[in-house]
Antibody
Framework: EVQLVESGGGLVKPGGSLRLSCAAS????????MNWVRQAPGKGLEWVSS????????YYADSVKGRFTISRDNAKNSLYLQMNSLRAEDTAVYYC???????????WGQGTLVTVSS | QSVLTQPPSVSAAPGQKVTISCSGS????????VSWYQQLPGTAPKLLIY???KRPSGIPDRFSGSKSGTSATLGITGLQTGDEADYYC???????????FGTGTKVTVL
């Protein structure tokens, strides 16, 4: 069974940092691009970042460019999101999701909540 | 704000049909495949439709997708109470070099 499990969320002060992890299992992780997508409380989905299978191609939403860094470790079947200079507007549930190409994003993890507040 | 526009809500009685529109532009829907996602309350999104009109295994044929020009449509027939959820369209935007999602539509079964 394909499974994605996020971790690392929590409460952090504005300006602080947090590193999210996503553990993948049930598929050949190194063959797929991966995404981070977030959802603020009561709001819609917002794509954050994506990384190709070999890390050759990386993309970021303008809202996080220069503050967030996506990375992966194919040997550990893991995806990461380093979040720096966090702002209140970064408060959201962060989902890790596999990219099957042509906007076919599936499955999604259960999400991890990041709260930025003083 | 999202570059893909959806109606905030649609509703219908059990057994009826609803359609959800997703309006974009030539840089996104007009030249890229569209996917649709269902998000049941308190859960992660799930892929319903990909490549405009294809259903992943396990998704009933009550769900259908189509695309014309810079707009896409999700249809749900034989509406069930279990279909009450938020629905999002998604596609790649070639100008932004970013995946984009629609504003989301809440489906209510009356």
């Amino acid at each position: 069974e394909v499974q994605l499990v996020e971790s690392g969320g929590g409460l952090v002060k504005p300006g602080g940092s947090l590193r999210l992890s996503c553990a993948a299992s049930g598929f050949t992780f190194s063959s797929y691009s991966m995404n981070w997508v977030r959802q603020a409380p009561g709001k819609g989905l917002e794509w954050v970042s994506s990384i190709s299978s070999s890390s050759s191609y990386i993309y970021y939403a303008d809202s996080v460019k220069g503050r967030f860094t996506i990375s992966r470790d194919n040997a550990k079947n893991s995806l990461y999101l380093q979040m720096n200079s966090l702002r209140a507007e970064d408060t959201a549930v962060y989902y890790c999701a596999r990219d099957r190409g042509f906007s076919r994003v599936a499955p999604w993890g259960q999400g991890t909540l990041v709260t930025v507040s003083s | 704000q999202s570059v893909l526009t959806q109606p905030p809500s649609v509703s219908a009685a059990p057994g009826q049909k609803v359609t959800i529109s997703c309006s974009g532009s030539s840089s996104n829907i007009g030249n890229n495949y569209v996917s649709w996602y269902q998000q049941l309350p308190g859960t992660a999104p799930k892929l319903l439709i990909y490549e405009n009109n294809k259903r992943p295994s396990g998704i009933p044929d009550r769900f259908s997708g189509s695309k014309s020009g810079t707009s896409a449509t999700l249809g749900i027939t034989g509406l069930q109470t279990g279909d009450e959820a938020d629905y999002y369209c998604g596609t790649w935007d070639s100008s932004l070099s970013a995946e984009v999602f629609g504003t989301g539509t809440k489906v209510t079964v009356l």
